[in-house]
């Protein structure tokens, strides 16, 4: 029997937050992963997104990013690793220490945007990552892109790895996403999203922008929750995988307390 996680990016939306949109998202997940400073998010939208995730008995990880609020992360930066590193743990931090004050642990790290796609095809950013996280704790799961060189280095640098797919995604031929400046980069369809997830979750393949087949083995598949009428994949995503009789439940488990 398949099992799959199913994860989405939070708290990057104020207003997605206060409408209820955010929300709306979160009975069809497994998880989340929480802007904590960089790209977007701020200690009140961290605690606000934890409190609604524990409602919901997802699993809470880190979802760290560029420093770059202007242009949400999604902007290449070209910075030195010890730069990386260090904004990587100080995201990570603030956002352990308010779900601290929540009465949970982080489960997992997840970069974001620019900062993961880069660490799929950059061993130095991943291992940047990798060290940021390493100064607040190995007891997490770090998460990078299925198939991807940063998996590799995750594990060299003694964490546990999710590899990720994604739902509402289009991919190029060799395996990476389709970058979001090009046609046809996010699937917008939640029938359609649910049929890639289905084969992602079943055939471990999912089909590339032209057409070619991308192999394709993950334990958790993302669900972004800044498209419009994101809920409406996420519903239509979990529907069809249960339908199908794939265990959608959380892969990540937060570590004790430290003593």
């Known amino acids: ?64 990013g560029y420093p770059d609020r202007d242009n949400f992360g999604r902007h290449e930066l070209n ?9 990587v743990f100080e995201q990570v931090r603030t956002l352990a220490r308010v779900a601290a004050e929540c009465g949970v642990q982080l489960a997992h790290v997840k970069p974001h945007g620019a900062l993961y796609n880069q660490a799929a095809r950059n061993p130095k950013i991943a291992q940047a990552i990798a060290n940021g996280v390493l100064r607040w704790s190995r007891d997490v799961v770090l998460v990078g892109l299925a198939g991807s060189l940063t998996l590799d280095v995750f594990r060299e640098a003694g964490f546990a790895v999710a590899a ?49 087949e991308v192999p394709v083995n993950a334990q958790t598949l993302c669900i972004h929750g800044d498209t419009p009428d994101a809920h409406k994949i996420a519903a239509a995503v979990a529907k069809t995988l249960r339908e199908a009789s794939v265990v959608v439940s959380a892969l990540f488990r937060p570590s004790p307390p430290r003593s």
């Not at 099992?3 to 989340?32: C, F, H, K, R, Y």
């Not at 910075?79 to 904004?87: G, K, M, N, V, Y």
């Open 1 to 64: 029997m398949k099992t799959i996680d199913l994860n989405s990016d939070m708290g990057e939306l104020p207003e997605a937050i206060a409408d209820g949109t955010q929300e709306a998202l979160m009975p069809s997940l497994t998880s989340v992963n929480v802007a904590c400073g960089g790209h977007a998010g701020n200690e009140q939208t961290m605690k606000t997104t934890i409190l609604q995730a524990l409602r919901w008995k997802l699993a809470i990880g880190a979802h760290p």
């Open 79 to 87: 910075l030195p690793p010890e730069t990386i590193a260090d904004f």
């Open 164 to 212: 990720e797919a994604f739902a509402d995604r289009r991919y190029e031929p060799e395996g990476s996403l389709r970058s979001r400046q090009l046609e046809g980069a996010l699937i917008h369809d939640p029938a359609e999203a649910a049929r890639q997830a289905l084969s992602i979750v079943e055939q471990g393949i999912v089909m590339s922008y032209d057409g070619t």
